[in-house]
């Protein structure tokens, strides 16, 4: 187990919509935020969360590599989450990392019966 980077972390569980215009659980919506900053401080595959994505954010994901230095494990806290359009959510997720926080932004949009993410970005 001390070989494998994701032991320990949270499972995901996928985002699926309900009623037309419900927004994904905000436990889940953390629950990838979380995920995603483990990508990017390189203590997560990110194979781990590829049917989280669309293809392009995939690519943009595996691109970006370690883009987030970090003293300790990331935790992630609360989402602010906002609906620009129908079938479309923004969240920010502040993610903490030893000295020094990161910010991380995601783009979900509505495919078929699931939400994925089509983009993101930190700083």
Known sequence: MAD???HGALA???LVWG??????DERRLRQLGQALAEVLTGRRPPESVADRLTGGAYRDLVRA??????????FVGSPHV???REGAVEMC????????SHVLAVRLERHGHRWLCTDFETA
């Open 93 to 100: 997720v502040l993610v903490h990392c030893g000295e020094r």
């Open 12 to 14: 995901l569980t996928p």
């Open 82 to 84: 906002k609906e620009p």
């Open 4 to 6: 494998d980077p994701t």
């Open 65 to 74: 590599g370690r883009m987030i230095s970090a003293d300790r494990p990331p």
């Open 19 to 24: 009623p037309p215009g419900a927004r994904p």
